[in-house]
């Protein structure tokens, strides 16, 4: 009934910027939350940055200042800014959202992750 596509991420040197999307399509009627994860290889997966409907966001203190998390609601879509790369970003990236379909029901559900690479 929903489906999240990401785009965006890919191989960048330290310094550099990328933005990630996370398009949501079908029964949208509203993004309630939007939040990215990342986990990179051997390490948990961490919360890098919310946003909910209000407008209030969070951002993991590694990221804070560095990356802002956005939406987009005429599009249906959300956004990372990650600036200022640093190597110890490189993680698979994903998004997952709790979406309101607008008839009182919701879906909550994941992007597919994106590889995000720093070089040094």
């Known amino acids: 009934q929903v489906q999240l596509a990401q785009s965006g991420g890919g191989l960048v040197q330290a310094g550099g910027s990328l933005r990630l999307s996370c398009a949501a399509s079908?029964?949208?009627?509203?993004?309630?939350?939007m939040d990215w994860y990342r986990q990179a290889p051997g390490k948990q997966r961490e919360l890098v940055a919310g946003?909910?409907?209000?407008?209030?966001?969070n951002y993991a203190d590694s990221v804070k200042g560095r990356f802002t998390i956005s939406t987009d609601r005429s599009k249906n879509t959300g956004y990372l800014q990650m600036n200022s790369l640093k190597p110890e970003d490189t993680a698979v990236y994903s998004c997952?959202?709790?979406?309101?379909?607008?008839?009182?029901?919701?879906?909550?559900?994941w992007g597919q992750g994106t590889q995000v690479t720093v070089s040094s």
């Open positions: 997952n959202a709790l979406v309101d379909m607008g008839d009182e029901s919701t879906w909550y559900g």
């Open positions: 079908g029964r949208v009627f509203d993004i309630r939350t």
């Open positions: 946003i909910r409907s209000g407008g209030s966001t």
